[in-house]
């Protein structure tokens, strides 16, 4: 079965932009997880959508902001680009029990220049 | 202090050889505990999941869980060039199970 699925890949933004990056969970999935991967930081939860809410959020900025569609797609938005948001981003999708085994994406891939 | 503390590494062993990865943690209200591996430009991929403490086989892989001490660990026996990634251990409290706190990953290079 397809797995999550991450666009655009890499891209390149300038500071004071914003990126919209977006996630497809595995079908079936309700729960979607954003994190962001940097070399310092490591893997940093951003947020967590289920069923359309956001259930969970870390500790970042009001510039990172996301929302979940009613077919469980999601997108995340950043927004007044700092050099420090260069990062990947990862999603994860996970079914709506109990258990919070999550399946990653590939990762988009932010350079802020 | 890192609320997940692993050595970056990175770890580099013969192939065939045991490799012992570790975790500590400092927040005692964690209960499930994860390991992930990473391969270079792809996500992290769930290769082991145990809940509180004790010891979970699959295969060449075994994680074992130390409340007590809290401290964590992944075995790998046989270790094959293929298993050249990062792993990253993770963590989460009962009533916020998608927010996973991970360590920072350890580098391991199985040399053929």
């Known amino acids: 079965k397809a797995g999550v699925t991450q666009t655009p890949r890499y891209l390149i933004k300038t500071r004071g932009q914003q990126v919209t990056l977006s996630c497809s969970p595995i079908?079936?999935?309700?729960?979607v997880s954003w994190y962001q991967q940097t070399p310092g930081q490591g893997l940093q939860f951003l947020f967590e959508?289920?069923?359309?809410?956001?259930?969970n959020k870390g500790n970042f900025p009001g510039r990172f902001s996301g929302r979940q569609f009613s077919n469980s797609r999601s997108e995340m938005n950043v927004s007044t680009l700092e050099l420090g948001d260069s990062a990947l981003y990862l999603c994860a999708s996970s079914r709506s029990g109990e258990d919070n085994v999550l399946t990653f994406g590939a990762g988009s891939r932010l350079t802020v220049l | 202090q890192k609320e997940v503390e692993q050595d970056p590494g990175p770890l580099s062993v013969p192939e065939g050889a045991i490799v012992s990865l570790n975790c500590t943690y400092s927040n005692s209200a964690f209960q499930y505990f994860m390991w992930y591996r990473q391969y270079s430009r792809k996500g992290p991929e769930l290769l082991m999941y145990t809940y509180s403490s004790g010891n979970k086989e699959d295969g060449r892989f075994t994680a074992q869980v130390d409340k007590s001490s809290k401290y964590i660990s992944l075995f790998i026996r046989d270790s094959q060039p293929s298993d050249s990634a990062t792993y990253l251990c993770a963590m989460s409290e009962a009533d916020s199970s998608y927010k996973l706190i991970f360590g920072s990953g350890t580098r391991l290079l199985v040399r053929p």
């Open positions: 079908s079936g999935h309700r729960s």
């Open positions: 959508y289920f069923s359309e809410t956001q259930r």
